[in-house]
């Protein structure tokens, strides 16, 4: 029997071998693999174990992990969760990290990010545990709160710009939610939040001012018209005399292009360009763009930013010209209609250009990169152009028509004593059963400007005129200059 | 089947036993101090009694063995002990992360059936002075093998936990009785093997360079192949089905030394889970769980086999340490899954090393079965072996994705009385039996055929 002993023991050791390879192809060979799983717990755990780094603005944590005593071991809260919620996201077990500063600056804040290497590894020597970098926002709480106050109960978005070096004051989108108890580790309870906010029809996830469904830009975007009609020589100035007829014959279609008020815009069917904005007059826009054509009103809006892919960290969604426009189609984008699309920043970023002698900045929102013990890692940035939109002679011209707006135009509710403010209304309309988005751009003061936002509210406008920027848009965009220069 | 007697004079080595047991008492409390001291930084005031009860249990075990088996194999015993301790260790630390605290955890429970187990032991070296004697009870043995296999499926005593009825209860206390099956068992196969070896080997005819056995010897085959189908079919128990037949099947071909048994046992077996895959959805739903554990719907289902292979990934080569990892997020962390658990906290490296004592221990079962003199010892010795080597490989074969997931225990590691218990009977076997491998041959006294008692002591094997 021996024999067979002998023989046996040597298949049991090739179990024994089979058993050993199994072992070592799991937690040596895939084990890194298997770490990488996205259904893999222990890895968001991990996450979890470890401190991630604060937001701040103004020096208060709006994201900071608290340490907890369940095998979670750091809570995500969010101090002044509502406010900032666009722009933090949330962090949460059981659905990640989807939005906001969570996902977009997660490197950072988990300090997996390659410029934190160098702290990584004094860390590990010093055998402190590595925590996230802090992030440090360039918003400024007092312009978020107004923004969002005087935004109120709407729908809609806020940004405010410095015009000066792109640095983002405010970002605000309506509906806010709540993103603590998406962290909570209660999970329950986590996950019945998450299926109420995610299902909900407005959308509160969405953050308005940078993404989602984009915008038609409506009137505001006559700036960009005028813009390219100025530099292109079609007008010389803000007195130069344009077509301004009750109605706009457009080549190629029997529909004309009417004005909201279906009168002329000026005796004798003409009118100055100033007039043109002050009024907000369709025809004369129109016509700029039938003489400009679809190039030209393309190449325009592309200087102020629109086709760029930005990240702020998070990406903003590009906006968007038509990629054909026949002679109507380019008249209907001149008003900002047909298939021109854009975001709240983006117009935001044209008055800050305007107001800023041309030059577009990049918008940003961190100022700083911290450790845990705030020093500083990286920052402040420098202010990047993104580019000269126009020139300081059409700035000046673009700047000096848009407070005329405010002062004797559509934009009267802008207005702030003592402050020359420019600004432009619009009315976008989306949706024939519906009413139309109501925008206000604009910058202060303007001489010098501070500050540039752009307002869009949704669905508060009224079909066929301008009331909605004038009453509703431009109330809020006055709040929000007030509160950045402090009258 | 004949072995040659050593020249040398033998030792008994008991004192080699002795340190080896203070290493592995070692080994475990350093590991039951790392796991408070990484959960709560603090040196667990248990520490005492938990290194009082070893030292007590282990020395027990051991000052006996020195008294009445003085020759059984040193190392089985620091194994053991080192198994059963880092299980406990493991046990204690999944109580910590649940919350299971002092009388209430698990540990305690494991420790009382630990004290049980080596009782037992103690009990069975004590009575048990000549493992020959268990082959009086060969037939009893199948008897009491059948009865306790067939025990979870009497109305009103089995019970069914996850799908397989494995399980009966008594009052507050639940027991499977297929790990004392396993026992019998094989007492029954070495007594009946032993007494038709001869039949089983020669008869037959030849075709294609094996020698087939007669139809009337196949019966023995046909019958514990047809049990572990029976098994198999009212218990929905694919492990321990696979672990009987796997046994028999060794003992058979040890016992015969025909490759053919191997043949034939590997056919009807594969035909057996063609049958099971062909009839029941619970085995095609293992097999699938097996070949895709990381899908959607296959984690959603069970997570546990991908479960446990997030976990020894989390380990890694060196582990997250003992008590810094999560081995409680797989299910049955404490039982089936405890190879896991192990593998996650102390990395390949630890996985490899309980890997290795198992190895040894199997070498060790091995050796007293080559060594002993009798046909009885060394079937029950390499039976008794084979199955702690098999059970481990389907085990942590399912838990390694080597084979599909079989519920069983590992054994000395696994929370479980019943496991314990058995385990710690096999191994008092193995001690007995090599106790008589190792014991020098006594030198036969002139005229020893007129003394009846020095004969029933110096007989070797009785037919």
């Known amino acids: ?487 | 089947m004949t072995t040659t007697v050593e020249p040398v004079t033998p030792r008994t080595r008991r004192g080699v036993e002795l340190v080896l047991l203070i290493v592995a008492i070692a080994v475990v409390l350093l590991a039951w101090v790392t796991v408070d001291l990484n959960r709560n930084g603090t040196v667990p005031a248990e520490i005492i009694p938990v290194a009082g009860g070893l030292v007590v249990l282990a020395g027990v075990v051991h000052v006996v063995l020195r008294w009445k088996a003085p020759y059984a194999d040193p190392v089985l015993l620091p194994i053991t002990t080192a198994l059963n301790g880092l299980g406990l260790v493991m046990i204690h630390r999944l109580d910590l992360a649940a919350g299971r605290l002092g009388a209430d955890g698990n540990a305690n429970q494991q420790i009382i059936w630990t004290a049980l187990a080596v009782a037992l032991t103690v009990a069975a070296i004590w009575t048990l002075r000549d493992h020959r004697l268990l082959r009086r009870y060969t037939f009893i043995s199948l008897a009491v093998g059948f009865i306790l296999l067939t025990l979870p499926l009497v109305p009103g005593l089995g019970r069914e936990v996850n799908g397989s009825r494995i399980w009966i209860a008594v009052g507050p206390f639940s027991f499977q009785p297929g790990e004392f099956a396993k026992i019998a068992l094989a007492v029954f196969f070495a007594g009946y093997l032993v007494q038709t070896r001869d039949v089983l080997s020669l008869a037959g005819k030849r075709v294609l360079g094996f020698t087939f056995p007669r139809g009337r010897d196949l019966g023995p085959i046909l019958v514990a192949w047809v049990l572990a189908l029976l098994i198999l079919v009212f218990e929905k128990d694919l492990g321990s089905a696979l672990l009987f037949f796997g046994l028999f099947v060794a003992m058979l071909y040890v016992a015969t030394e025909r490759v053919s048994w191997i043949a034939i046992g590997l056919l009807l077996f594969g035909a057996a889970v063609a049958f099971a895959l062909s009839a029941f959805a619970h085995f095609q739903k293992r097999v699938d769980l097996w070949l895709d554990p990381f899908s959607t719907e296959n984690l959603e289902r069970s997570n546990q086999l991908a479960n446990g292979l997030w976990g020894m990934a989390a380990g890694g080569l060196t582990g997250t340490g003992l008590g810094a990892g999560r081995p409680w997020l797989t299910p049955f962390a404490e039982s089936d899954y405890i190879f896991a658990s192990l593998a996650e906290e102390l990395g390949l490296i630890g996985a490899v090393g309980i890997l290795m004592l198992y190895l040894l221990f199997v070498e060790r079962g091995v050796r007293t079965a080559l060594g002993v003199r009798d046909g009885f010892g060394k079937l029950l010795a390499i039976g008794l072996t084979f199955s702690v080597a098999f059970q481990l490989f389907i085990v942590i074969g399912g838990v390694t994705r080597l084979i599909p997931l079989t519920g069983l225990t590992t054994p000395f590691l696994s929370l479980g009385g019943s496991s314990l218990l058995a385990n710690w009977i096999i191994m008092s076997l193995l001690l007995r039996i090599s106790d008589q491998a190792r014991r020098p041959v006594p030198a036969l006294p002139i005229g020893v055929g007129a003394d009846p008692a020095t004969a029933e002591a110096t007989q070797v094997v009785r037919l």
Request: aromatic share 6%.
């Open chain 1, 1 to 487: 029997m021996n024999t067979a002993i002998r023989r046996l023991s040597v298949l049991i050791a090739a179990l024994f071998g089979a058993l050993l390879v199994a072992s070592t192809v799991i937690q040596f060979v895939q084990a890194g693999s298997m770490r990488g799983m996205a259904a893999n717990k222990r890895t968001l755990l991990d996450n979890y174990a470890q401190e991630r780094g604060s937001i701040l603005v103004a020096g208060q944590p709006i994201a900071k992990s608290v340490e907890v005593d369940d095998q979670y071991r750091w809570l995500r809260t969010y101090p002044d969760g509502r406010l900032y919620s666009q722009i933090t996201g949330f962090y949460a077990y059981s659905v990640g990290n989807p939005f906001g500063l969570e996902d977009a600056a997660d490197d950072l804040l988990s300090g997996k990010a390659d410029r934190l290497f160098v702290r990584r590894v004094t860390d590990l020597l010093t055998g402190r545990e590595t925590a996230g970098a802090t992030i440090e926002l360039t918003i400024d709480p007092k312009v978020q709160q107004a923004a969002s106050d005087a935004l109120g109960k709407n729908r809609g978005a806020v940004v405010a710009l410095d015009p000066r070096t792109g640095a983002i004051l405010a970002m605000v989108s309506h509906p806010q939610y709540d993103p603590n108890p998406l962290s909570s580790h209660d999970l329950d309870k986590a996950a019945s939040a998450w299926k109420k906010l995610s299902t909900d029809r407005s959308k509160p996830f969405t953050n308005r001012a940078i993404s989602g469904d984009l915008y038609p830009p409506g009137s505001t975007f006559k700036v960009v018209t005028a813009a390219a009609a100025l530099e292109q020589g079609i007008v010389d100035d803000e007195s130069s005399m344009v077509p301004g007829p009750a109605a706009l014959d457009l080549p190629l279609t029997d529909q004309p292009l009417p004005n909201e008020t279906r009168q002329p815009c000026g005796p004798d069917d003409r009118t100055t360009l100033l007039h043109a904005l002050e009024i907000s007059c369709n025809t004369a826009f129109g016509s700029l763009g039938l003489e400009l054509g679809g190039e030209q009103l393309r190449a325009q809006a592309a200087k102020f930013g629109f086709g760029d892919s930005i990240q702020i960290p998070m990406r903003v969604s590009p906006s968007t010209m038509p990629a054909e426009m026949n002679q109507p189609q380019a008249a209907q984008s001149a008003i900002g209609q047909y298939e021109v699309r854009t975001t709240p920043l983006q117009m935001a970023m044209i008055a800050a250009g305007i107001a800023n002698q041309g030059r577009v900045m990049t918008p940003y929102l961190i100022q700083s990169v911290r450790t845990a013990d705030l020093d500083v890692i990286d920052g402040p940035p420098d202010p990047k152009e993104l580019s000269q939109a126009v020139s300081t002679r059409t700035a000046d011209i673009l700047k000096r028509m848009m407070v005329s707006v405010v002062d004797n135009g559509s934009g009267r509710r802008a207005q702030i004593p003592g402050v020359a403010v420019g600004g432009k209304t619009g009315t976008a309309q989306h949706d024939l059963e519906k009413s139309p988005h109501a925008w206000f751009i604009s910058f202060a003061p303007a001489d010098d400007a501070r500050v540039a936002v752009a307002v869009i509210v949704e669905e508060s406008g009224v079909s066929g005129n301008e009331v909605g920027g004038a009453a509703v848009a431009a109330p809020i965009a006055k709040a929000v200059m007030e509160a950045v220069i402090g009258r």
